[in-house]
């Protein structure tokens, strides 16, 4: 075979999947309509529904629930582009916020920072309302308008920290000196936009 040649790939080996395992496969290709293998995990995603399901008709309603799946990922990463734009060019957002009591309300925030705590992210943020640097849980946000207001940069003093899980929003901070008996688990580092 000479260098110019090109050879087809042999076909892997079959793979015994739970059907709990295909349709976690289902999901996260759901989620990835979008890359540079876009087109096969579609192909991939149609042979796993056709294993799943060799009837038509119900294939054609796990198909639509992908859909389905699909399309609130997009929502949740055109919020996260908003959030994140929001925080990269300083801008005041509105957020609809709903809490862990399923309290929903509307708040405007000067974006700080974005934070991993566990399975979840938080949009840190000076809260207009609350007069106070919050945690917002960002699964719990359902909107977000970015405005032409800068954002005010703000100090952030004990906010090495997160707050409890099962906190709706997070907790306050303390006012005073703060003493830290550990690391703290989050260090902000000199940088960004000036």
């Known amino acids: 075979m000479t260098s110019t040649e ?6 892997l080996p079959p793979v015994d999947l739970t059907p709990e395992e295909a349709a976690a496969i289902v999901a996260a290709l759901s989620g990835r309509s979008e890359g540079p293998f876009a087109d096969a995990g579609q192909t991939a995603m149609e042979k796993v529904l056709t294993a799943l399901e060799p009837d038509a008709s119900r294939r054609a309603r796990m198909l639509a629930s992908h859909r389905w799946l699909a399309a609130q990922a997009a929502r949740e990463a055109d919020l996260r582009r908003r959030v994140e734009g929001g925080l990269a060019e300083r801008r005041v957002l509105v957020i ?29 943020a000076w809260c207009r309302e609350r007069q106070e640097l919050r945690w917002f849980r960002e699964d719990r946000i359902s909107d977000v308008q970015v405005t032409d207001e800068v954002a005010q940069r ?3 003093p004990g906010i090495g920290t997160p707050p409890a899980t099962n ?28």
Do not use: I, M, N
Not at 6 to 11: D, F, G, K
Not at 175 to 181: D, F, S, Y
């Open 96 to 124: 609809d916020y709903c809490d862990r009591q399923q309290r929903c309300s509307e708040r405007t925030v000067e974006p700080q920072l974005l934070a991993r705590q566990g399975a979840h992210w938080f949009l840190v």
């Open 167 to 194: 906190h709706p929003a997070g907790r306050k901070l303390p006012r005073g000196p703060v003493a830290q008996p550990e690391a703290p688990r989050l260090r902000l580092l000199p940088g960004g936009l000036a």
């Open 6 to 11: 090109h050879r087809t790939p042999a076909p």
């Open 154 to 156: 703000r100090e952030l």
